[in-house]
Structures are given as C-alpha cells and as structure tokens.
C-alpha cells in the first residue's frame, strides 16, 4: 500500500529574494517507524524525484527499505516535497523567486513543525544533496551525518550554464519538457555510456539511430508525468545552491557543522564534476576533522547514483550500521 503525503501550512513566508507568501503547503511521507520513535533519516529528492522513495513507485527501493542499507525497521525516514515539484499538486509559476536556500528553510520550518530535535542524517543526490548542503549550514547542529551524492555546496560556472540552457528550451521550445529532457540526459550520462549502451546501432523500424530513439523516449517519458512549472522550478533551484550566498565565508560557515560530512563523488560525473568534490573535500579538511571523501566509479555519469547501487550500498553501509 502506498503512502500518500502529508501537508503542513507554512504561513508568513518570506524568500531570500524578499517575496512573501501568506501561505505554502509543504507535504512529506514518512516510511518506517513513527517520527521520533527512531533515528531519523532526511532524504532529499532529485530533479524529477519527490517524496515516495520506496514503495511500489519508489524511486531508491535499491538503498532504502526493510533490511536494505537505510533499514526502515531500524530507521524512520522523512522526505518532503521541494513545493512545486507536482507531485503534490502544489503549483508554483513564479520560479524565480526562490532559490534552494529558501527550500531549505522550508524543510527547516517542516521539521520543527513535526517536532524533531534531531536527525541522524541528511542526505541527498544532486539537487538534493545541494538542498542538504543548505540545511547544514542554517542549522549546523541538526544532524549527525550529512551525505551529499554528487552534489556540492555550490552551483559551479557549468552547471549555471547548463541550467541556464535548460530554461531557455523550457521557456522557448515547442516541446519544452521534451527537449529539456533529451539536452538534460546528455549531462547526466557520458559519451562512454552511451557508447556501451547503443553502439551506433539503428533502429530500422523507424529509421533512426538507437540513441536518438532512447533520448526521444526519455522526453515523451517524462512529459507524460512532470509539469512544464514543475521542470523550471527544480531547474531553479539546481541553479541556486550556494551556502555562502549573502552570508559568511566558506570557513565560517562549514567550520560551525557538526555533523560527519561524507562526501560521495562519481568519477565520470560531468555534472557536480568529481573535481569539485574533491576540491570541497581539501578544504572542508583545513576546518574539519570528520569529513570524507569516497568515490563511485562507473562510465554512466550523474545519474551513477542512481544506477551503481551495490557501489552505493558499500560507502554507505559503515554509517548507517553504526
């Protein structure tokens, strides 16, 4: 049986860019124990994701679930909806008014809401593992472990550009969601991958090469399921992460975090480029003793964390049998 969310109303609400809403509708799903009957685990959606992380529709039943890495008989596990991500039917077309701070900020107000003094863990990939990046340095002393899955602290020259690409096709193609996605898969994979994958082979019924007919049915895919306001926001906020936005430096900020910070890079990333996290990784160390770095190895690119499971399961295992 599938769970469905649950909503809090978040009231008075003003974004970093200083726009107020009277009020916003924040759902989650809780999976597992009962909240504050159990450690507690935050995971943070990607792009397209949302809140049902296990289940029938679960999209990371490989890593999370009875007896899987993240044991929800052991583990209470939270997860909200980035609002206007349309998997709740919230609606938001003034994109550009928010920024990943402010999501973190909601995901802040949803936990003291719910009354949970503590978290075991953050953790996300991409998108989400920014939002948790986020999180960490509003509230340094809300979590024990942070784990951003290829993600960083910061949205880099690259990824701004791709994002800024990706709202130019989302505001001007005739198929917006469609052609986001087929430029959006190209980042998230690698030419080696691809290379494995499709071998310049052709698909004679409709006479075209296999790559071609894949990325196609990638973009009808999504379209199918995601709204075009819901793509611009997320394209939003994987624009926006940057934890040092209009506040402290880097030292600062990272030097009050107490959590263990596990850093989870992919080697062929061309995304959140294991470069960067490496480079994150070097300094975090000047200010932090507990801090990490491990790396998935795979030709697929971004999405490796969502393909590499056993790799996953292996760096993740340590924390969460702790």
Request: proline share 2%; with cysteine; net charge negative.
């Amino acid at each position: 049986m599938e769970n469905k969310p649950t909503y809090i109303k978040i009231k008075d609400f003003t974004t970093e860019s200083g726009v107020f809403c009277a009020i916003l509708n924040l759902s989650f799903e809780v999976f597992g124990p009962a909240l504050n009957t159990a450690p507690i685990v935050l995971v943070n959606h990607a792009l397209t994701g949302n809140s049902q992380v296990v289940g029938e529709n679960g999209w990371w039943n490989d890593l999370i679930g009875v007896n899987k890495t993240i044991d929800t008989t052991k583990y209470t596990v939270l997860a909200f909806n980035v609002p206007g991500n349309g998997y709740d039917g919230t609606k938001i077309e003034n994109y550009l008014d928010f920024n990943a701070r402010d999501i973190a900020k909601l995901f802040i107000k949803g936990i003291k809401i719910l009354k949970i003094k503590q978290l075991y863990a953050i953790i996300g990939g991409s998108v989400g593992g920014g939002i948790a990046w986020e999180i960490a340095a509003l509230e340094p002393k809300l979590t024990n472990h942070l784990i951003p899955i290829a993600s960083d602290w910061k949205s880099t020259d690259w990824l701004i550009a791709n994002c800024f690409l990706q709202e130019q096709i989302l505001n001007n193609s005739r198929k917006p969601i469609e052609d986001a996605r087929i430029h959006a898969m190209l980042c998230y994979r690698t030419p080696e991958s691809f290379k494995e994958k499709f071998q310049r082979t052709t698909n004679e019924e409709l006479n075209i090469f296999n790559v071609e007919s894949w990325l196609s049915h990638h973009g009808t895919k999504l379209q199918k399921r995601f709204q075009l306001s819901s793509y611009k926001m997320m394209n939003q906020m994987l624009k926006t992460i940057d934890i040092t936005r209009n506040a402290e430096s880097f030292q600062e900020i990272v030097s009050k975090i107490d959590a263990d910070i596990h850093i989870i890079g992919i080697n062929s990333d061309l995304f959140f480029t294991a470069e960067e996290n490496k480079a994150t990784y070097q300094e975090l160390k000047k200010y932090k003793n507990n801090v990490t770095y491990q790396e998935i190895v795979s030709i697929h690119g971004h999405d490796a964390f969502l393909i590499e499971y056993e790799q996953l399961d292996n760096l993740l295992v340590a924390i969460f049998q702790a």
